[in-house]
Antibody, heavy 121, light 110 residues
Framework: EVQLVQSGAEVRKPGESLKISCQVS????????IAWVRQKPGKGPDWMGL????????KYSPSFQGQVTISVDRSSNTTYLRWDSLRSSDTAIYYC??????????????WGQGTLVTVSS | QSVLTQPPSVSGAPGQRVTISCTGS?????????VAWYQQLPGIAPKLLLY???NRPSGVPDRFSASKSGTSASLAITGLLAEDEANYYC??????????FGGGTKLTVL
């Protein structure tokens, strides 16, 4: 069974750093892209970026380029999302999701349970 | 403002049929990229509902179907059940922006 298990809720102050995680199981970690998706209350999801664990190749949405860093630890089947300096506008639920794609199609077939990040002074 | 536009809400009585539209542009749906649909229950992660040419992951009933034409796509739900009350999102690929989602449609079962 494919599973993506994310780290727990976090509370930080503006300007602080944070790294959240997503550990996968049930399939070969290095064979599929993992994406990170932000969702603010009452809004649609926003794709942030994705990483291919096989070679750590990473692609970011223009909206999130330079704002976050996606990384991977192949020894623990874990993907990370890191902020160096949080803003209050980063308050949201963050999901990791397995990403599949081919010629003319893309989708997210399995999702983590989400990590609530609250940034408040 | 989401790249893919969905109506904020739709409603229907149990047993009825409802449709949810998803309007894109020539750089995403109109460029020939497939649309995927997700169902999100309150407090739960989105769940893949439909993708491509009406493909359903295991466990998704055939009451759910999808279509695409030009720069738009639609999700149809027949035989509406109370358990279908949720938020629904469309998603596609954009030539400039990569992965894009709709703003979501809240389905209320009356």
């Amino acid at each position: 069974e494919v599973q993506l298990v994310q780290s727990g809720a976090e509370v930080r102050k503006p300007g602080e750093s944070l790294k959240i995680s997503c550990q996968v199981s049930g399939y070969i970690f290095t064979d599929y892209f993992i994406a990170w998706v932000r969702q603010k209350p009452g809004k649609g999801p926003d794709w942030m970026g994705l990483i291919f664990p096989g070679d750590s190749d990473t692609k970011y949405s223009p909206s999130f380029q330079g704002q976050v860093t996606i990384s991977v630890d192949r020894s623990s089947n874990t993907t990370y999302l890191r902020w160096d300096s949080l803003r209050s506008s980063d308050t949201a639920i963050y999901y990791c999701a397995r990403h599949l794609g081919g010629s003319g199609w893309r989708l997210f077939d399995h999702w983590g349970q989400g990590t609530l990040v609250t940034v408040s002074s | 403002q989401s790249v893919l536009t969905q109506p904020p809400s739709v409603s229907g009585a149990p047993g009825q049929r409802v449709t949810i539209s998803c309007t894109g542009s020539g750089s995403n749906i109109g460029a020939g990229y497939d649309v995927a649909w997700y169902q999100q229950l309150p407090g739960i992660a989105p769940k893949l509902l439909l993708y491509g040419n009406n493909n359903r992951p295991s466990g998704v009933p055939d009451r759910f179907s999808a279509s695409k034409s030009g720069t738009s796509a639609s999700l149809a739900i027949t035989g509406l059940l109370a358990e279908d009350e949720a938020n629904y999102y469309c998603q596609s690929y954009d030539i400039s922006l990569s992965e894009v989602f709709g703003g979501g449609t809240k389905l209320t079962v009356l």
